[in-house]
Each structure stands twice: as structure tokens, then as C-alpha cells.
């Protein structure tokens, strides 16, 4: 069972580059997540999707875009990276609102210098 | 400003002792969640509480989500060193869900 998987697992830049972090979940849920981790912080939303054909800024979305491609890929872009982005990008899915269970991907460990 | 608040922020303990974390928030929550997350893995759910005064158990481990619910905490009795690892509430708001800073918890064998 794949779950949610993410590509790349590691990846470091330059400052001003830009990449794609890709997103794709087998389980046939509605909503879509990006999170960042950095120590101390817990996670924090980036960007999320409800449902195919929508998403909404979270807690901390400037300096990325996301595209919902269909219901089972949602990609976060970094168009010009910054050092402050150096972080681990986590990508979740769960079936619909409320107390239904959020599953996580592996992680992207992404350096930027 | 964290909509929710976890204490302690990191907590080193010996085997077989208990210990308590705290989620707190200033905003009612439809229902909170507990996610345990080890080193280089996403965040697993361990437990989802939604009726206010609950109260659930899972092995050595009880969430209880407070009467308003506005806060949750969870209790492990006696402590093994195979609960270290970072220990996450979250609470769903909308479609979104949002994570406390996480409690990192190391018991000491």
C-alpha cells in the first residue's frame, strides 16, 4: 500500500533557483495538504485543497504556489528559493473534514544555500 | 500567534515513570487529534477525541479532551523508551488542520 508518496526525498538548491515538489496519494481523498517542518515548530500549513479544482493559502504560504493537478497529485512550487525555506516539506491526504484522519508522506528534506 | 499551545516543549524522563502533555488553545475545536511522529517519518494519528469530557485508552496511553473543548492532554503510565519520539496535536478548523509546535518526549531506559 503506497499511501502518499513525495518526490524528491532530499534536494538541495541555490538561493534563486526554483523546483517542484511532487505529491501523489492512492487512497482516493478529497483533500490535499502541505506542510513545512522546522525545529521548535511543529508543522505549519502552506497550502491545502480541499477538493479537486480548489486550494487555499494556510498559515504560511508566501513564497509558494501549489496546483491541484487532479484528485490524486497536488505539487508545492518554490519559484525563486530563499535560505529560509530550508526546511522538511511534508504532503498529507484525508477523506474529508473534521475528525477524519490526516496521512502523512515521508517527507522532503530540502536545503537551500 | 499558535492556536495551539503544547506543554512541555521537551520532556526527558526515566523508564517507568509517568508523565503528562498539555494541548491548549483559545478556540473550540469540533474534535482534536494526537500524532506521534519518530525521526525521518510523517506524523501518525494515535487517537481522535470529539465529544468534550472525553476520555479514551489505547495500551498505556489516555487522551482526554477537555469539557469545553478547548484543551486535551495525554497521560503515559509507566513509560518505555519505545515512546520517545515527537508527540503532535492538531485541530481541524474548516478543511484545514493545524498542529501545535509538538512535544518531544525522550524516556531514558
Known amino acids: 500500500n503506497a499511501g502518499v508518496t513525495q518526490t524528491p526525498k532530499f534536494q538541495v538548491l541555490k538561493t534563486g533557483q526554483s523546483m517542484t515538489l511532487q505529491c501523489a496519494q492512492d487512497?482516493?481523498?478529497?483533500?490535499m495538504y502541505w506542510y513545512r517542518q522546522d525545529p521548535g515548530m511543529g508543522l505549519r500549513l502552506i497550502y491545502y485543497?480541499?477538493?479537486?479544482?480548489?486550494?487555499d493559502k494556510g498559515e504560511v504560504p508566501n513564497g509558494y504556489n501549489v496546483s491541484r493537478l487532479n484528485k490524486r497529485e497536488f505539487s508545492l512550487r518554490l519559484e525563486s528559493a530563499a535560505p529560509s525555506q530550508t526546511s522538511v516539506y511534508f504532503c498529507?491526504?484525508?477523506?474529508?473534514?473534521?475528525?477524519?484522519?490526516?496521512?502523512f508522506g515521508q517527507g522532503t528534506r530540502l536545503t537551500v544555500v | 500567534t499558535q492556536l495551539l499551545e503544547q506543554s512541555p516543549q521537551f520532556l526527558s524522563i526515566q523508564e517507568g515513570e509517568n508523565l503528562t502533555v498539555y494541548c491548549n488553545s483559545s478556540?473550540?475545536?469540533?474534535?482534536l487529534q494526537w500524532y506521534r511522529q519518530e525521526p525521518g517519518e510523517g506524523p501518525v494519528l494515535l487517537v481522535t477525541?470529539?465529544?468534550?469530557?472525553e476520555v479514551k485508552k489505547l495500551k498505556r496511553l489516555t487522551f482526554q479532551f477537555g469539557d469545553a473543548r478547548k484543551d486535551s492532554s495525554l497521560h503515559i503510565t509507566a513509560a518505555q523508551p519505545g515512546d520517545t519520539g515527537l508527540y503532535l496535536c492538531?485541530?481541524?478548523?474548516?478543511?484545514?488542520?493545524?498542529f501545535g509546535k509538538g512535544t518531544r518526549l525522550h524516556i531514558l531506559p
Open positions: 498529507a491526504s484525508r477523506r474529508g473534514q473534521g475528525k477524519a484522519e490526516a496521512f
Open positions: 487512497m482516493n481523498h478529497n483533500s
Open positions: 485543497s480541499a477538493s479537486e479544482g480548489t486550494t
Open positions: 478556540s473550540v475545536f469540533s474534535s
Open positions: 477525541v470529539v465529544t468534550g469530557g
Open positions: 492538531a485541530g481541524a478548523r474548516d478543511d484545514k488542520i493545524i
